[in-house]
Structures are given as C-alpha cells and as structure tokens.
C-alpha cells in the first residue's frame, strides 16, 4: 500500500467540521454514482476511517479532525500508483469544498 499524507486548513471549529465530513461522506455514492462505490465509514470522536472503491481500486483514508485543519493519512494500493497525484488532489479538493464556510448573504440597506 501506498501511503498518503497530507492536511487541509479550515475556519470552521471542529464541530462544524465534524458535521460537514460526515454528511460528505454520507453522500458520496449519490453525488458521484460512476466513480465511487462500497462507502464504509466509522466515527469516534474526532475521527474517520473512510473506505471505498473508486475506479475500481480501494481506497481508504484516516482523518483527524482539529479547530482548523483535518489531517489526512490514505492509502491506495501499489497498482494504482499511477494515479497517487490525482487521487489525492481530488480527495483534497473535496475536503476543502466540503470546509469552505458558508457564503455571508449580501444584506442590503433599506
């Protein structure tokens, strides 16, 4: 197995955090029915095991949830070498997708 460690920074809190991973995950499947398949999530605390198939290799992805950044260890096997960069570019983007706070409404004076 291949071994990917990486973090991403976020504002949230981590609660808020927590919340939004975990509904993330919960919506894999739906929101990308082609590519990922077979989700299995565990939670304790402020951690995620997430496994999964995609492009018909299994992934899984450890992460740790702190006030302002997930720490993210994957692992992709040996056979998937090839796309190491692209697996971890486009879990990374997710994950930042996911944290990226809420738009502040425009409030216009009446």
């Given at each position: 197995?291949?071994?990917?460690?990486?973090?991403?920074?976020?504002?949230?809190?981590?609660?808020?955090?927590?919340?939004?991973?975990?509904?993330?995950?919960?919506?894999?499947?739906?929101?990308?029915?082609?590519?990922?398949?077979?989700?299995?999530?565990?939670?304790?605390?402020?951690?995620?095991d997430v496994s999964f198939a995609a492009y018909g290799y299994?992934?899984s992805w450890r992460a740790e949830v702190f006030d302002d950044?997930?720490?993210?260890?994957?692992?992709?096997?040996?056979?998937?070498?090839?796309?190491?960069?692209?697996?971890?570019?486009?879990?990374?983007?997710?994950?930042?997708?996911?944290?990226?706070?809420?738009?502040?409404?425009?409030?216009?004076?009446?």
């Amino acid at each position: 197995m291949i071994e990917i460690n990486t973090a991403v920074q976020h504002c949230l809190g981590q609660k808020e955090a927590i919340a939004r991973i975990h509904q993330m995950v919960a919506t894999l499947t739906q929101r990308f029915p082609s590519q990922v398949h077979q989700v299995n999530l565990h939670m304790k605390d402020h951690r995620f095991d997430v496994s999964f198939a995609a492009y018909g290799y299994l992934v899984s992805w450890r992460a740790e949830v702190f006030d302002d950044q997930v720490s993210l260890l994957g692992f992709i096997p040996e056979s998937a070498k090839q796309f190491r960069g692209k697996m971890e570019q486009t879990v990374v983007s997710r994950l930042e997708e996911t944290l990226t706070p809420d738009p502040i409404p425009n409030l216009k004076a009446s």
